[in-house]
């Protein structure tokens, strides 16, 4: 069974940094593309970035390029989003998610397995 767990998500002051991190477990995850998605209230899902399998290439909303940054450790199943400047509509629910394949791009459709999400809120 496929399982994604966030954490890290919490408060900080707008200009502050946070570090999130998706463990994953049921797949060879090296073998997929990964992502970060973020949800605000009353707002649609939205892609943040995704990292190909090997980690090698990168991909990232124009809101957050130059600011987030996405990596990932196969031998530790994990992908992690380090965020630094970080503004109040940065707030939102963020979720990790894997794709169907090596697609690590910001269609919603592409992903077949998601987190639970990590609350992170940016105080202004």
């Known amino acids: 069974q496929v399982q994604l767990v966030e954490s890290g998500g919490g408060l900080v002051q707008t200009g502050g940094s946070l570090r999130l991190s998706c463990a994953a477990s049921g797949r060879t995850f090296s073998n997929y593309g990964m992502s970060w998605f973020r949800q605000a209230p009353g707002k649609e899902r939205e892609f943040v970035a995704g990292?190909?399998?090997?980690?090698?290439?990168?991909n990232y909303a124009d809101s957050v390029k130059g600011r987030f940054a996405i990596s990932r450790d196969n031998a530790k199943n994990t992908v992690y989003l380090q965020m630094n400047s970080l503004k109040p509509e940065d707030t939102a629910v963020y979720y990790c998610?894997?794709?169907?394949?090596?697609?690590?791009?910001?269609?919603?459709?592409?992903?077949?397995?998601w987190g639970q999400g990590t609350q992170v809120t940016v105080s202004s």
């Open positions: 990292i190909s399998q090997s980690g090698s290439r990168t």
């Open positions: 998610a894997v794709s169907r394949g090596i697609y690590y791009g910001p269609l919603l459709n592409q992903y077949d397995y």
